[in-house]
């Protein structure tokens, strides 16, 4: 029976998604939970959030044991920021001059809230409490530091990158994906777009992300 | 960390694709040691080399055959282990990049042999080399001159386990054209360099494919507008000599002027790797 409980739920959700006719590159997390399983679930099929569906909701620890849910941030807006304190691009983007040096300071609010992610499996690089506690103290992040050691929110996002960018929209939609910028080099050039700046502009001017998706740029996920 | 063999298992275009004259590869040349077949993930975590990832640079003017012009080509080798990134890198990754620093600093752009595809754990799909690799530079505006010394760097992400950010500058002696004798090596790496050419992707419900010849191998590898509007899904794109991609791509809105990817095509006396545009000769 407990089989029974936790498997036909997913089989539900297998249907649902298939009855949906969603053509493939529009596949979408409508069907994604409020649970890991149904999280995962959405994963084994291919399908991970997608801009202007809802985004996966989860249950993490930060570094301090504090349970954290995408729940408890309805109605504000949340930057998930996929972290790995020793990829270089990590890095770069938190060190001086970085796109992230300053920009969960200068853009969180009581209705905006940052979270960094950790989808690093045990022993990988950039996985374990010490290694980023003192990442959080070099680069002044105020913002928790949640452990996905499993890697199934990871993989329910479609986080491929560190960082990999994600923002939730107050209704609990995902409203952008892509890198924080356009220069995985660090150097920006005339063609520089802060493509996450623009986005939570435009969220918090009440605009619909004229630029919802972009490329990722970094080191994988050290799944 | 396993690539697949890709690199060495082209193909060649049998006549419609037959500009110029296929590459002839070994039926059954060896897999190096890191490389993994297309499209199954390694899920193992593969130990981080123990060696610092170099990566051998050097660069030289090469005559090619049937070519009249010189060509600046220039070869990295990252150490065993150890890969580094096509133009369009996939999910994860830095392109390589070559800029010059003289006579005067200006990129300068690099024709790429199709890449290796490697699949990671979470579905992460990269493009890349991780043997000897000739890249041949160029300059949009106008060719370089080899009459003229010239020093360039060469700027990548070297990546196994971890990855690190390298640069090499060399220096490029003068050469007199006239001198410069074809090489075997630098022939054989300027015909595996993508020839382009549009191919004709079939309507299918609501996929569209594209059919290499008979007993061929055809493998899709998407630059990144491609890469980035197939969000990641689908890979590999293509089995045997059929490749699918989903009909939306070309009408899904909006709907872009380009849409490029390179295509190899095997067959067992050889290989051609062809640059096609998906916008052009197949209407939305």
Request: charged share 20%.
């Amino acid at each position: 029976m407990t089989i029974l409980r936790v498997f036909l739920p997913v089989l539900a959700l297998s249907w649902a998604h298939a009855a949906q006719a969603t053509p493939p590159l529009l596949a979408h997390c409508g069907g994604c939970g409020p649970t890991h399983a149904k999280a995962k679930t959405n994963h084994q099929h291919g399908k991970t959030a997608s801009v202007g569906h809802a985004a996966p909701t989860f249950k993490l620890k930060d570094l301090n044991g504090k349970e954290h849910s995408l729940e408890q941030y309805k109605g504000k807006t949340v930057v998930l920021e996929w972290f790995n304190p020793e990829c270089p691009f990590v890095v770069s983007a938190h060190g001086k001059g970085g796109v992230l040096e300053n920009l969960a300071k200068t853009t969180s609010s009581k209705d905006t809230v940052w979270l960094a992610i950790n989808s690093g499996a045990k022993g990988r690089q950039g996985q374990g409490t010490k290694v980023n506690r003192a990442a959080a103290k070099k680069w002044s992040m105020d913002y928790p530091i949640l452990i996905d050691e499993s890697g199934e929110v990871g993989k329910a996002y479609g986080a491929k990158t560190t960082p990999h960018m994600f923002v939730v929209d107050a209704k609990g939609n995902l409203a952008y994906k892509g890198g924080p910028d356009n220069a995985p080099s660090g150097r920006k050039g005339k063609s520089y777009k802060p493509y996450l700046t623009d986005a939570l502009a435009d969220l918090a001017s009440g605009k619909r992300v004229r630029k919802a998706s972009t490329s990722s740029w970094g080191c994988s996920v050290k799944y | 960390m396993l690539w697949r063999t890709a690199l060495m298992s082209f193909a060649a275009v049998a006549a419609a694709c037959a500009e110029r004259p296929s590459v002839a590869v070994p039926p059954a040349a060896p897999a190096q040691p890191i490389a993994a077949p297309d499209g199954q993930a390694k899920r193992a975590h593969q130990p981080v080399p123990k060696k610092t990832p170099k990566v051998a640079a050097r660069a030289q003017w090469t005559s090619i055959t049937g070519v009249d012009a010189p060509q600046l080509a220039v070869e990295l080798t990252p150490a065993p282990g150890w890969h580094i990134y096509w133009h369009s890198p996939g999910d994860t990754g830095l392109a390589t990049a070559f800029e010059l620093l003289a006579p005067r600093r200006e990129q300068v752009a690099a024709r790429m042999p199709a890449p290796k595809r490697k699949v990671s754990a979470g579905d992460i799909v990269s493009y890349g080399f991780d043997g000897a690799t000739t890249f041949f530079l160029q300059r949009p505006s106008a060719p370089l001159e080899s009459s003229k010394a010239l020093t360039l760097e060469a700027s990548w992400l070297a990546c196994a386990e971890i990855c690190i950010k390298g640069s090499k500058k060399i220096a490029v002696e003068p050469a007199d054209p006239a001198a410069l004798k074809p090489k075997t090596a630098t022939d054989k790496a300027w015909q595996a360099l993508p020839v382009e050419r549009s191919v004709v992707w079939k309507r299918a419900g609501a996929e569209r494919v594209y059919q290499g010849p008979t007993g061929s191998t055809v493998k899709l590898f998407p630059h990144a507008a491609l890469h980035l509007r197939l969000d990641g899904r689908a890979t590999p794109y293509c089995r045997d000599n059929l490749c699918r991609l989903p009909a939306e791509l070309w009408t899904k809105s909006p709907t872009p002027a380009s849409l490029l990817a390179t295509l190899h095509i095997e067959t067992a006396s050889g290989y051609t790797a062809v640059e096609t545009d998906l916008m052009k000769g197949n209407t939305p």
